[in-house]
């Protein structure tokens, strides 16, 4: 156990550096959370100009999720009795962009995931019942979803300085592993270690081929001062992955989420943005952010196993542009966590007459830091 998690220490460190010497910001926060690709600059603004060139941006998320919630109720005695799940989540989206004009351009992103889970309830229980208590880990890495997309600015640039509205359209595909495996300790028939899929919230992909929408905006009220909006939305048709969750070997009424679901994603926001004038390309931005997986998805059916539910964050951020090179830099606080109740839920409820509502473990916040260079 201390060499595997020594190792993930280490993978830890070599992202976070691809991160810094490689900018485009990405969400999520725990058991509620998108897999990446949805990426936004800090500051939306046009290009000036119509020559062609390349844009390659490295942007990195790390979260640390351990608090459960059942809608926004926090279950705190889950931290009082050393029963909670924590996951630690290190995401690096590498994307690049080809800038056609000062209108179209066309990206293709690629996220590179690691994650570890440390849990008590998945390890040592057989049949059911407990036969060796105690806390251990499971793990992934690898390549998550790579999303291509293409952008177009719906005002010319040249004749819209204080204001514009950016529309993007993408295909993401099913690249990452959505069938992860790692050791469970304790779970055999005989309390021996057995190999299944790692949990929904750190599978690399969730097995879908999905269309997302993108609209960024900005308004100037003044050359240094002004508002910013984001919107990202992921539509997943496909409704379930044929991988196990192995929730059925918890308690035989979780039947229904044998299997895990292929959830939409979403995120939004908005805030304004100050040029500091005494420091050259130095700019500060304040905002709210929203972001989750819907109860039900906007195509296709939305069953089996899926934790919905959404985080309201305060997003300071920071952004330093020097020549062609732009540094960028954010940390949501969540303010508002919210596990609402799944379809699974709202059957078992019918089922069993009474309230039943599943938890999800949230962060507190979480650190994106990247960077940008266009050639």
């Known amino acids: ?9 280490l993978v830890n460190i070599i992202i976070l550096f691809l991160a810094l010497i490689s900018s485009k910001t990405i969400t999520a926060q725990g058991c509620v959370a998108i897999k990446g690709n949805a990426t936004s600059c800090m500051m939306v603004h046009t290009d000036s100009t119509n020559v062609s060139q390349w844009q390659f941006t490295a942007g990195s998320r790390y979260f640390r999720s351990f608090r459960h919630f059942s809608g926004t109720t926090e279950n705190e005695e889950r931290l009082s009795l050393g029963t909670e799940v924590i996951n630690y989540s290190t995401i690096v989206d590498l994307s690049l962009t080809r800038i056609i004009n000062n209108r179209w351009s066309a990206m293709v992103d690629i996220p590179i ?3 570890v889970r440390s849990s008590l309830y998945e390890h040592g229980l057989v049949n059911g019942t407990y036969v060796k208590r105690e806390r251990n880990t499971t793990s992934s890495f690898g390549i998550g979803d790579i999303r291509f997309a293409v952008y177009r600015w719906l005002l010319d640039p040249l004749k819209n300085e204080k204001i514009n509205i950016q529309l993007g359209l993408g295909l993401k595909l099913a690249t990452g592993d959505y069938n992860y495996k790692d050791y469970f300790h304790n779970v055999g028939p005989d309390g021996t270690n057995e190999l299944r899929t790692v949990d929904q919230s750190i599978q690399l992909g969730d097995g879908g081929t999905g269309i997302t929408l993108e609209l960024n905006t900005f308004y100037k009220f ?7 909006g984001n919107f ?19 308690a035989s009424r979780l039947a229904n989420e044998a299997i895990m679901s292929v959830p939409d994603q979403y995120m939004f926001r908005a805030g304004f943005n100050y040029s500091v004038n005494q420091v050259k390309g130095l700019s500060v931005a304040a905002g709210a952010r929203l972001e989750g997986i819907p109860v039900h ?14 985080i309201w964050s305060v997003e300071p951020s920071v952004n330093y542009e020097y020549k062609k090179v732009v540094l960028f830099a954010s940390v949501p606080f969540a303010v508002v966590r919210n596990r609402t109740q799944s379809v699974t839920d709202k059957e078992n409820s019918v089922t069993t007459g009474t309230h039943v509502q599943g938890d999800a473990a949230f962060a507190d916040y979480t650190i994106n830091v990247g960077i940008s260079t266009r050639f």
């Open 297 to 310: 998805d906007l195509v296709g059916g939305s069953g089996d196993f899926r934790r919905p539910g959404y």
């Open 222 to 228: 003044k050359d240094n001062f002004g508002m910013y």
């Open 232 to 250: 990202y939305y992921l539509s997943n048709p496909r409704e379930q992955n044929g991988t196990r969750t192995y929730r059925e070997t918890i």
């Open 113 to 115: 995931i690691n994650n």
């Open 1 to 9: 156990m201390k060499i595997k998690s020594q190792n993930h220490i």
